[in-house]
């Protein structure tokens, strides 16, 4: 399996951006797709956005779509959330997770679908 690491997260304002970084090691990470998903306090885990092994397909909640946008290095092993424009409803402890299935071009979107998740990272927006 894949061991992951997420960083990046921090404090911004309303209207202000970060960038995501989950570093992959282990497993064969080029081969499996991988997504972002977060978890706000009192609140189920929920899909971000995902992203195909060859960073050729992408998918997005609703929720984020226009304002986020997922990308992958498969040569350093790395996935990336760029968020830009956050809303306090984007506070939340942010996850990646990698795909249990290689080489598929289903962007799966429930938490079921990956196998291999890191500890998260927290991403709180004031208003």
């Known amino acids: 399996q894949v061991q992951l690491v997420e960083s990046g997260g921090g404090v911004v304002q309303a209207g202000g951006s970060l960038r995501l970084s989950c570093a992959a090691s282990?497993?064969?990470?080029?081969?499996?797709?991988m997504g972002w998903f977060r978890q706000a306090p009192g609140k189920e885990r929920e899909f971000v956005a995902a992203?195909?092994?060859?960073?050729?397909?992408?998918n997005y909640a609703n929720s984020v779509k226009g304002r986020f946008t997922i990308s992958r290095d498969n040569a350093n092993n790395m996935v990336y959330l760029q968020m830009n424009s956050l809303k306090p409803e984007d506070t939340a402890l942010y996850s990646c997770?990698?795909?249990?299935?290689?080489?598929?071009?289903?962007?799966?979107?429930?938490?079921?679908?990956?196998?291999?998740w890191g500890q998260g990272t927290q991403v709180t927006v004031s208003s």
């Open positions: 992203i195909s092994y060859s960073a050729r397909d992408t």
């Open positions: 997770a990698a795909g249990r299935a290689t080489y598929t071009t289903v962007l799966a979107t429930t938490t079921s679908q990956y196998n291999s």
């Open positions: 282990g497993g064969t990470f080029s081969s499996v797709n």
